[in-house]
């Protein structure tokens, strides 16, 4: 059983790792951001809030890597806890978006009916308005901060993961085994817990890989347009905003955290697309 | 009723209803918001008598389904009401700024279709090359690179450090069409990218799909050129499928102009929503959300229309759907 195992698990690692260097440099560069925002105030001795005007927009140097702020603020350090908000606050929105998305998928896939019909017509009605629109919406009704902000961007994940649900829900339902348990009289609960919830873990677990980068973007342009993360938290999104005021002097300070928010979706994407081939190729093409 | 004609009646059934439930939502924004709108407005220490008399100017003080039916009969009329801040009517402030985004979106999308299908075309019949290489490394950054960070490196690169293009700014088609192209350039490259990638890469896989079907291959059997048989049979084909995606890009490129218009300081849609989402000024974001997404369902509906016009499987299958 063991070697079976094992060997099962070296087909994947294989078709993961199966586009050579671009994923194990995305492996590489995601841990380097997991550890940093982990490890953050192990990495600098600096406070990420702390003000001290004397250092204003203060050029690299030994003991300020990437220079300072214009309030005097190590920009490294930001960036290290920048790292933080990102990952927590994507990981969070991201699995919140999931669970809902298939609870809703699951209802409107099994019972169909007019429940399911209501809940995908809501589908419909949300993607038909512009993403980014709708998320500022449901960012002003949620409120500002960290919480109203998980909100707005696990909402405007939902209609995907709705959609997925549902439709595994409806392929695995028309199978016999499922219309003979029904037949037999085996509880809706048992059928959906034992049956179709494990069938579709794999599917909504690549689903959830692969949103992660899209809500790091949707943090950090949330954060951008000032309604994301408030001052003096640091967030990625607000240190370009805040870095483009200085462009012409310090175009340091806006590049940096771009960079960062570049290369951490670049790889989270790469990742995702990879899982999704070694876990489940016939979805290439459909997440 | 012939298919098209009921697929037809069915799109613009499908429209209609997401435009109601998108007015119902935008509706329902100002009773969502947390805290007294009213109040929010005119202060926490404003007196008694003039926040009624708001709340009356403002229909706030009537039965909610009365609210509706007096919002959407003032729009019906082309009055979406007042500013609550800027003191403007909403509906001089949308007919003064929509132009505006028209003219940094619609060239977005008409770069992003032209050079999407060249660049998707160059790639599926050089399969394997450099340049087919290259694209996957181009839609790999397009979807994860930010598009305003690309924009404010674009205005240091361009603007600051080569001098070629103005900061910021807009200058309007009408009054001076360079100007506007040397201030339009920037938002609507940033705008393009992604667009731009997405329908390159689905132009590629596309080709080299129809390139493998069996008519594809009569075509060659039959003794017709490569090129003809690329260009007239191949291409053709793998375009149509190109219409559902623009329809999806339109809406994505209406929300990125917020982002592009608040980069380069130009006094659009997705300016104006930043300022009243700030200002909490209800009416403006109202009415933004209803004309942006009544204007996205309709170009959605004419691409709808027009593929099941180009491709007869659709409607065929929607009919059976739907029936």
Known sequence: ?287 | MNSLGAYTRNRILLSLFIIFAVSVFAFLIVHLMPGDPVRAVLGIEADEAAVQKMREELNLDKPFLTQYWLWMKGIFKGNFGRSLTLNTDVGELIGRRLPVTLSLTIPALIIAAIFGIIIGVICATNRGSIADQLLTVLVTIANGVPIFWIGIMMIYLFGVLLGWLPLMGYASPFESFVEYLRKAAMPVSILAIRPMAEIARQVRTNMLEVINQDYIRTARAYGLSERKVKYKYALKNALIPIVTLLALQARDVAGGSVLAEQVFSIAGMGQLIMISVLNRDFPVIQAIVLVITVIVVFVNLLLDISYGWLDPRIRMTARKVIN
């Not at chain 1, 899982?275 to 459909?286: H, S, V, W």
């Open chain 1, 1 to 287: 059983m063991r070697s079976a195992g094992s060997k099962k698990s070296g087909v994947f690692l294989k078709t993961f790792f199966g586009r050579g260097f671009i994923v194990k440099a995305a492996v590489a560069i995601a841990l380097i951001f997991i550890l940093s925002a982990i490890f953050a105030p192990v990495i600098s001795k600096h406070d990420p809030n702390q003000i001290n005007l004397e250092k204003a927009l203060l050029d690299p140097s030994p003991e300020h890597i990437l220079g300072c702020d214009a309030y005097g603020r190590d920009v490294f350090t930001r960036l290290l806890y920048g790292a933080r908000v990102s990952l927590l606050s994507s990981i969070f929105s991201t699995l919140l978006a999931a669970c809902a998305g298939m609870l809703l998928g699951l209802v409107a896939g099994y019972y169909e009916g007019i429940i399911g019909a209501i809940i995908l017509r809501y589908v419909d009605v949300q993607l038909s308005i512009p993403p980014l629109l709708f998320t500022i919406v449901i960012g002003l009704i949620a409120g500002k901060g960290l919480g109203g902000m998980i909100a707005a961007i696990s909402f405007s994940m939902l209609p995907g993961f709705i959609r997925l649900m549902n439709g595994i829900v409806l392929s695995i339902k028309r199978n016999d085994y499922i219309v003979a348990l029904q037949v037999a009289n085996i509880k809706r609960y048992k059928i959906i817990l034992k049956h179709l919830l494990p069938n579709s873990l794999p599917s909504m677990f690549i689903m959830f890989a692969m949103n992660l980068g899209f809500a790091i973007m949707l943090e950090a342009t949330l954060s951008f347009l000032g309604i994301g993360i408030q001052p003096p938290m640091a967030s990625w999104g607000s240190m370009v905003a805040d870095g483009y005021i200085y462009l012409l002097s310090e175009p340091l300070l806006a590049f940096t955290p771009g960079l960062c928010i570049t290369l951490t979706v670049v790889a989270f994407n790469i990742i995702g697309d990879s899982l999704r081939d070694a876990i489940d190729p016939r979805l290439r093409g459909k997440l």
